[in-house]
């Protein structure tokens, strides 16, 4: 019999690639990780793992493993779900994770219309970016997430979860106010804007790569003068004068700033906000609440 602890920690492995990453988001350290992976492989008696330096490889019946855990665990949270919805009651507490800009262009207005129609939920509101919130959530550490993936990027890992997009934006290039070098009909093109300063985010690495990337079709690297994870900062210095952005248009429709917003010429650059959960939960009436109240707030954003 396999213990389903111990099932999770194998699918976080496959999930991260290291020891050390799957230790990090499940919260335990490296060497609990490894002691209850040994007994995994000690219950499943066959061979689990092939050590390739500092990786575990999984064997192919590791790899049957992680497919059923999927299935298993996503059977467990729909039982828990189903559970739930007996009581045909919306009480308790719902923890929601969600990146800044969704926090308060969604979240918030989520949250208070929870407040108004179901008293006796508590919506928990945690700021967190994609990538954790996703951990998080297939840990049972957050109940709901709102996570962004862009176009140029691959797709966010969704094993354990589904995700449900409410938002496609563009990405829009912010330039000073009077800034015309490089404008053709409404957009700018990218080889116009090779000696411009850029203004990137600090921790966004996604963005960041997507700017990479798009300066790079162009034949060149940006020159990254200044970074900040506040985007009100990143505006204020594209108004002073200081540089150029790359940044959503949610972030901007939230924020008074006084530069020039232009699409980028011949180039489709989008941001997809999506409600993610984990599989199997949405039966949960505390759960489905949130997501109603979600849907909702990007219906009228």
């Not at 951990?135 to 449900?164: C, F, H, I, K, W």
């Not at 790569?209 to 060149?220: D, K, M, P, Q």
């Not at 990254?224 to 900062?233: A, F, G, I």
Request: aromatic letters at 4%; proline letters at 5%; a neutral charge.
């Amino acid at each position: 019999m396999f213990e389903v602890r111990r099932l999770r920690l194998l699918r976080e492995l496959a999930a991260h690639g290291t020891v050390a990453a799957a230790a990090e988001a499940c919260a335990l350290t490296p060497s609990a990780v490894s002691q209850q992976l040994s007994l995994l492989e000690r219950e499943a008696r066959t061979p689990l793992f092939v050590r390739d330096g500092r990786r575990l490889l999984l064997t192919e019946a590791a790899k049957v493993l992680v497919a059923h855990t999927e299935i298993i665990l996503a059977q467990l949270e729909r039982a828990r779900a189903e559970v739930s919805a007996l009581e045909n009651r919306v009480q308790g507490t719902v923890r929601l994770a969600a990146f800044p800009s969704a926090a308060s262009a969604l979240a918030a207005p989520a949250i208070a219309a929870c407040q108004a129609y179901h008293p006796d939920l508590n919506v928990e509101l945690i700021e967190e970016e994609p990538a954790q919130s996703l951990v998080d959530l297939r840990m049972r550490r957050t109940d709901v997430a709102l996570v962004y993936e862009y176009n140029l990027l691959p797709r966010l890992p969704q094993s354990g979860v589904e995700l449900e997009a409410v938002i496609q934006e563009p990405l829009l290039l912010a330039l000073p106010r009077g800034h015309t070098r490089g404008e053709t009909e409404g957009a700018y093109t990218m080889e116009a804007l090779r000696e411009e300063r850029w203004i990137a985010p600090r921790r966004d690495d996604s963005l960041r790569t997507v700017l990479e990337r798009v300066c790079a079709s162009a034949g060149f690297d940006p020159r990254l003068d200044y970074t900040s994870d506040d985007y009100s900062v990143v505006l204020a210095l594209v108004q002073a004068g200081l540089g150029v952005s790359l940044v959503p248009r949610l972030v901007v429709e939230q924020l008074s700033a006084d530069v020039t917003l232009r699409p980028v010429e011949n180039l489709r650059l989008t941001r997809t906000v999506s409600i993610a959960k984990r599989a199997g939960s949405a039966a949960d009436p505390v759960i489905n609440a949130l997501v109603l109240g979600l849907r909702r707030a990007a219906r009228q954003g």
